[in-house]
């Protein structure tokens, strides 16, 4: 049985500037799947996200978008540069997500402000709405990010490393958070990281990629994390139970 498709990429090459750093790629991704991408530093993670939003064109082949209409992507990228100095707040962070849904020429309105302390209540830290974002935690400032992310009522949430600034509890508590979400709005989710107890534990798909040795593999869990693709990339000779599953 063939599954709608919310995103498709099909005999695709990703990279820069016309050079393809990976070719023949082929994924299909359907709405409210959980999708893990993961491999090694430099590995080509963050240039197929960048691909999937359009942020970079692909060098061939083919990206399509379910039935042709145009999709709305909460983005939460590796790392979000704010100068320390400007005295911007929690709550004015999150109704920045906003902005893709104000028509030109309109300002910002009491119901844009509303999904955002809404956001804010999904994401646990509505006591935070006026502190400055330079004094959150690192767990903080994630949650903050989540919830910009999701005050725009995206269709798709991508993750690039979503946990990468925080410690062990806190990599649980932020990911048990974005299950929960997820599973409650119907959310499609694509996340990078370098975890693979990670995806194990919260994804249904993942997505092997290496550029260095060509590898890309994506399917169900225990299709991609298999012996022979988790030996050939990181050198494990362990089975996808072995991880967490």
Aim: charged share 25%.
């Amino acid at each position: 049985m063939n599954i709608p498709f919310l995103i498709k990429l099909e005999n695709l090459a990703i990279g820069y500037d016309k050079r393809a750093l990976l070719d023949s790629i082929n994924l299909s991704i359907a709405d409210a799947q959980f999708w893990g991408i993961i491999g090694p530093n430099g590995g080509g993670k963050t240039t197929l996200i960048k691909t999937i939003l359009g942020l970079i064109p692909p060098i061939e082949g083919k990206l399509s978008y379910g039935e042709g209409k145009p999709l709305t992507f909460g983005y939460v990228p590796q790392r979000e540069n704010f100068d320390r100095i400007f005295p911007i707040s929690v709550g004015e962070l999150v109704v920045m997500g906003r902005y893709g849904r104000i028509p030109l020429g309109s300002g910002i309105k009491k119901e844009d402000w509303r999904i955002a302390m809404e956001c804010l209540e999904k994401v646990e830290i509505p006591h935070l709405r006026n502190h400055t974002l330079r004094s959150l935690s690192g767990g903080e400032k994630q949650r903050a990010l989540l919830a910009r992310a999701f005050s725009g009522e995206p269709d798709v949430l991508i993750l690039d490393e979503p946990t990468a600034s925080v410690d062990i509890k806190g990599e649980t508590t932020i990911m048990e958070l974005i299950g929960k979400i997820k599973k409650e709005n119907g959310l499609t989710v694509i996340m990078v990281t370098h975890f693979l107890n990670t995806v194990a534990r919260f994804a249904d798909h993942a997505v092997l990629i290496d550029k260095d040795s060509g590898i890309f593999r994506a399917g169900t869990i225990k299709e991609v994390f298999v012996k022979e693709n988790l030996n050939r990339i990181f050198g494990l000779d362990i089975t996808v139970d072995e991880i967490g599953i």
